[in-house]
């Protein structure tokens, strides 16, 4: 059996020989296999598009009516939407499939 290869001696500015916290690697490193995500991805996307679209019926309501807080306690229809989203999204989170 043959001794293992002989590095170069480092010095550093402490006096000591060790390279403490680092490791000779190779330059290939094999990729890592992606991780499953949990949750119901219908879920999450369905709450993507409720909230997408509260905000979009929000910035209409703004940009109608110029007092969204007027507009809003009439119509409240995008923080409904808006609530769905983030409900929905949290559950699809969580919920397996």
């Known amino acids: 059996m043959a001794p293992p290869p002989k590095f170069k001696e480092y010095k550093d500015d402490w006096g000591t ?9 190779g330059t290939f490193r094999p990729p890592r296999a992606p991780q499953k995500r949990t949750g119901s991805p219908l879920l999450r996307t369905l709450g993507a598009i409720c909230i997408f679209g509260g905000l979009c019926w929000g910035a209409y309501l703004y940009t109608h009516d110029r007092d969204i807080v ?28």
């Open 17 to 25: 020989t060790a390279r403490e916290g680092y490791e000779d690697r």
């Open 70 to 97: 007027a507009a809003v306690q009439q119509d409240h229809g995008p923080v409904d939407s808006l609530g769905l989203g983030v409900i929905c999204s949290m559950v699809g989170k969580f919920l397996r499939t």
